[in-house]
């Protein structure tokens, strides 16, 4: 995953733009959450199979949050969701 953001492949589906905004994140908090964080859960999706990782970090400004991921089929990271705890 973190080779993922510093190569920037990766995409934000446009729930986890929606939470980043609730949240008042930006994609820089996004972007330190995943390469100073911690993969704190993998859970397969019931509906594809897919794997998914829920990543705990700070943000850019300290504040504790999650970002939920997962690899698309061609490699791609892809943000499902982001939010502060």
């Not at 930006?26 to 199979?49: A, H, M, P, W, Y």
Request: aromatic share 8%; hydrophobic share 40%.
């Amino acid at each position: 995953m973190r080779e993922k953001i510093r190569e920037n492949d990766y995409v934000m589906s446009l729930h986890a733009e929606e939470e980043m905004d609730n949240d008042t994140l930006s994609i820089f908090d996004v972007e330190r959450c995943i390469l100073n964080g911690t993969i704190v859960e993998r859970q397969k999706d019931k509906i594809t199979s897919e794997w998914k990782y829920r990543v705990r970090g700070k943000s850019v400004s300290f504040r504790e949050m999650e970002v939920v991921a997962k690899f698309s089929p061609i490699g791609t990271l892809v943000i499902i969701t982001v939010y502060s705890l």
